[in-house]
């Protein structure tokens, strides 16, 4: 296109290739940065090159922080008998939020996917197996309710033979309506059902 | 978030204020650009530089470019006796992109709109009446047909007195479906029908 600039292109280009932005949103993200040169283009130049120089992955968890081992794995404060596996930071920063667990974490890079073509040898899991045996005494498989996640969550179980794993609950999400679930969610939801 | 080092933060926080990306997918694409530093943040990084660096805002119409006047003002096979006004310069390349204009274009900045407290000093027009009066034979008002968009081309085409002013056609979008359409849309498009 003639009326945008070969640097325009190129920014556009790039931030399209962010997860949520397409092609139209990026557009018009480059516009927005454009206009708001102080106060948007420049801070976040400056947190992109803070990130890119701060940042590392936890060799002991695949956390990403500025330090390795991390400052979870640093914390004496946190359980290191309890280790809860994730697919992804995300995932991990999500628990993180949530507040509830207080042990340490190992970050496998992905769910098994025959699909994708990911294999057990692509995920962490050479060092998952070197942790449990380091004084684990629970392994928490909090793996995506997909069928990956949960592909992945039963290969691992087979791996961690007589050790004790558990998984996270299935059921009605708090908030959430039994009209707008799904048959499984509400099945494992009656199935695991309470006393009060 | 204790998890969450201070640069990653930072980051997302600057990530989210970008048009189409909320928190939750600011968080995304941060992981996403941690993860892919040589492909994705690294680039991406020096193409906002560049663009910082070499972006101009067009002193005659009000588009981005390197140079100021932009590429469209210095063109000479671009006639300019057509002047078409947009709200923005992402109305400017969808025109550009479209390829059926050869004429130059004026950038308003965007719409009246009292609700926004958008004034007519708030938008260039006084850039317009000076470049209307050098040798411009029609203006085109392709403002967007929503009621801040049309409130202005009435404001415009009030100061514009004589000249000869035009809009853009109203009607079914190429590709539409009848039975998908407002009904404005539907009664402006068979106002204005023609003959076969």
């Known amino acids: 296109m003639a009326a945008i600039g070969s640097e325009i292109e190129r920014l556009i280009q790039f931030l399209a290739k962010l997860p949520g932005l397409g092609p139209?949103?990026?557009r018009r993200a480059?516009?927005?940065?454009?206009k708001k040169?102080?106060?948007l283009l420049e801070p976040l130049t400056a947190a992109l090159r803070e990130a890119a120089d701060a940042i590392l992955t936890c060799e002991v968890c695949g956390n990403l922080d500025t330090a390795s081992p991390c400052a979870i794995c640093n914390d004496p404060r946190r359980d290191p008998h309890l280790l809860c596996v994730v697919e992804d930071?995300?995932?991990l920063w999500a628990l993180e939020r949530?507040?509830?667990f207080r042990g340490r974490y190992h970050v496998?890079?992905?769910?098994?996917?025959a699909l994708d073509g990911v294999t057990p040898e692509r995920l962490?899991?050479?060092g998952l197996l070197v942790r449990v045996k380091q004084d684990v005494d629970e392994v928490i498989l909090a793996m995506n309710a997909t069928v990956e996640g949960q592909?992945?969550?039963?290969?691992l179980m087979d791996l961690l033979g007589d050790m004790k794993v558990t998984r996270l609950a299935h059921g009605v999400p708090v908030g959430g309506e039994l009209d707008y679930l799904d048959e499984g969610t509400l099945s494992a939801a009656f199935k695991a059902r309470r006393s009060l």
């Open 124 to 126: 962490n899991v050479t």
């Open 108 to 113: 496998l890079g992905g769910a098994l996917s």
């Open 151 to 155: 592909t992945t969550a039963h290969y």
């Open 24 to 26: 139209r949103s990026a």
């Open 89 to 91: 930071v995300a995932d």
């Open 30 to 34: 480059a516009l927005v940065l454009l």
């Open 98 to 100: 949530a507040g509830v």
């Open 37 to 39: 040169r102080d106060t």
